[in-house]
């Protein structure tokens, strides 16, 4: 099984900061990344697919780079809503893998 | 609207049986690949199993092989999981979620979930 690694596990940021979450696999996955912000008591959504297409509706403070094995999330401008887990999950084989999850608190 | 409603879950003893289901609308359910994703309480999130459009290809984790079944009613827009021999690390809230289309398999659409507490 491909085993995908976030770091870090926490991050205090601060509204208007630049965050960079990192994900790495095991294994190259080519570009088969996916990532989901999650808020309490809510179901996962999909931020970023393909390592960088921006899924529709998603505010473009979002991007997602990388392939083969090392990933990131990159968030331009905190606004008050991204303080949330991300999730990173690679589609590249079954079983389709998450990360751990990196908790983002305000500072 | 595009929705997933999940319903089935609740309590059962070690050793016992459930079965949930998703119910599907707002989509042309035929032309995509469904999952079940679950999360256990204060946890990540783990994916459970999938299956193709037509159901000609499942998988799972190896977590719940051989315990656990995925199916799905194309003609009921639903999808079904059958979840036998259940333990306490079952316990979780379960989500089905929609693969995006292609071969991309993100998943684009998630339902609410249903919880299931497997607990004597």
């Known amino acids: 099984d491909i085993q995908m690694t976030q770091s870090p596990s926490s991050l205090s940021a601060s509204v208007g900061d630049r965050v960079t979450i990192t994900c790495r696999a095991s294994?190259?996955?080519?570009?088969?990344l996916n990532w989901y912000q999650q808020k309490p008591g809510k179901a996962p959504k999909l931020l970023i697919y393909?390592?960088?297409s921006l899924q529709s509706g998603v505010p473009s403070r979002f991007s997602g780079s990388g392939s083969g094995t090392d990933f990131t999330l990159t968030i331009s401008s905190l606004q008050p809503e991204d303080f949330a887990t991300y999730y990173c999950?690679?589609?590249?084989?079954?079983?389709?893998?998450f990360g751990q999850g990196t908790r983002l608190e305000i500072k | 609207e595009v929705q997933l409603v999940e319903s089935g879950g609740g309590v059962v003893r070690p050793g016992g049986s459930l079965r949930l289901s998703c119910a599907a609308s707002?989509?042309?359910?035929?032309?995509?690949?469904m999952s079940w994703v679950r999360q256990a309480p204060g946890k990540g999130l783990e994916w459970v199993s999938g299956?193709?459009?037509?159901?000609?290809?499942?998988g799972y984790a190896d977590s719940v092989k051989g315990r656990f079944t995925i199916s799905r009613d194309n003609a009921k827009n639903s999808l079904y999981l059958q979840m036998n021999s259940l333990r306490a690390e079952d316990t979780a809230l379960y989500h089905c979620?929609?693969?995006?289309?292609?071969?991309?398999?993100?998943?684009?659409?998630w339902g609410q979930g249903t919880m299931v507490t497997v607990s004597s």
């Open positions: 979620a929609r693969d995006s289309p292609g071969d991309l398999k993100a998943f684009d659409i």
């Open positions: 707002g989509f042309t359910f035929d032309d995509y690949g």
């Open positions: 299956i193709n459009w037509n159901g000609g290809s499942t």
């Open positions: 294994q190259s996955i080519s570009s088969y």
């Open positions: 393909a390592a960088s």
């Open positions: 999950q690679q589609s590249y084989s079954t079983p389709r893998t």
